[in-house]
Structure formats: structure tokens, C-alpha cells
């Protein structure tokens, strides 16, 4: 049983969350690889899937959304995770009460439910520092009302994530294969 960790991480934070989980993993007892999702060329000798990437704007980042249409028959077929990084600070719900880490959920994970309807999905907090900020993102980042939900700073949240690794490692013990 090997687990692909795929990923796509703009500035570095999801690369990290994605090294962690496939440590975890291996922690846990699972053979996991961490790579990102452009280095896959063969992802059917995987047995099971942990995708993650970013989310800009409401949107997981494209390079994520095309490997998961691109292999769509191939993930439906077996246990896959999602996972998005985003939000940035520490405040579980917002202004309205809501959990922050549902809202952030990105817009493309309504479609995978449905198309390969992974065993589960978590968005956790995501790090940025705004001095690297490059073109468009820097540009976005200093609207006033963007400023104020883009702080600065590094607020992954590891307990969280090496939690919800554990759990994958539970699941596949338990449940090996099959979506
Ligand atoms: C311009 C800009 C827009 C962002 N939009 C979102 C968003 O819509 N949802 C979200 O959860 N996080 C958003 N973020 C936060 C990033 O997703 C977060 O910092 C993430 O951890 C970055 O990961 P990466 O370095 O792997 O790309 C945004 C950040 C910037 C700079």
C-alpha cells in the first residue's frame, strides 16, 4: 500500500502541510510519497490518494483541479483525500458565526464530491509572507478590504494536521481500497 501526496503550492505553505501528512503517514506505518502534482507520471501505482493544494481567490489552484478531471476515472476507483490551505489567522469563525474552515472551502470541491467522491475533505489554515508576494497577488493584496483577511504570518496548524494524517493511516488499516 503506497499513498500518493499530491500537491500544488504557489509560495511554499501547502508543500509543507503535504510533506507533513506524507510523514505522518509514514509515522503511522503507510509508505507515502510527497510530490507535486505536475512530477506525476503515473499515478494508477499509487493505491490511495491525499491531493492538496491552495486556494486564491475561492479557487483550488489550477494545476490541482486539471490532475484531478485528468484522472478522474482512476481517483473515483480509490480512497482519495482532499485537502485545501487557506485561510490565514486563527480565528475559528467569522463575523456571521461561521466555521471559517468550511467558508474557505474552495469552489472546485463540490464537483469532486460528486465526480470521485473523496473519503473526506479539510481545508486548514495556511501560512503567507506578504513581502513575496509576486504580480497580481501583490497587486490583490493591498485592496484595503483583502488586506484586512490576508495577515501576515505563518498559523498552519500542525496538531490539527498530523490528526487528520493519523486518521487516514486509521481508515486505510481498516478499509484498504475502494472510494
Ligand atoms: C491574493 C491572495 C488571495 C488569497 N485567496 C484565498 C482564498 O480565496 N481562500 C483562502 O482560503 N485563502 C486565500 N489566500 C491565502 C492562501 O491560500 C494561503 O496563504 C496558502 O496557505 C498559500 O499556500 P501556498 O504557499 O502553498 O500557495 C489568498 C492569499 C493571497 C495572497
Known sequence: MTVLVAYSSK????????ERIAAALRTAGVEADARPVESVDDPAAYDAFVIGASAYMGSWRKDATRFVRRHRDLLAARAVWLFSSGPLGTERTD?????????????QF????ESIKPRNVQVFFGAMDLSRLRGRDR??????AVEKILPNGDFRDWPAIDAWAQGIAQELASAPTGA
Not at 509560495?11 to 503535504?18: L, R, S
Not at 463540490?110 to 464530491?113: G, K, M, R, S, Y
Open 11 to 18: 509560495y511554499g505553505a501547502t508543500e509543507g502541510i503535504a
Open 139 to 144: 497587486l490583490v493584496s493591498r485592496i484595503p
Open 110 to 113: 463540490a464537483e469532486f464530491a
Open 95 to 107: 463575523a456571521e458565526g461561521r466555521d471559517v474552515l468550511v467558508q474557505a472551502q474552495p469552489k
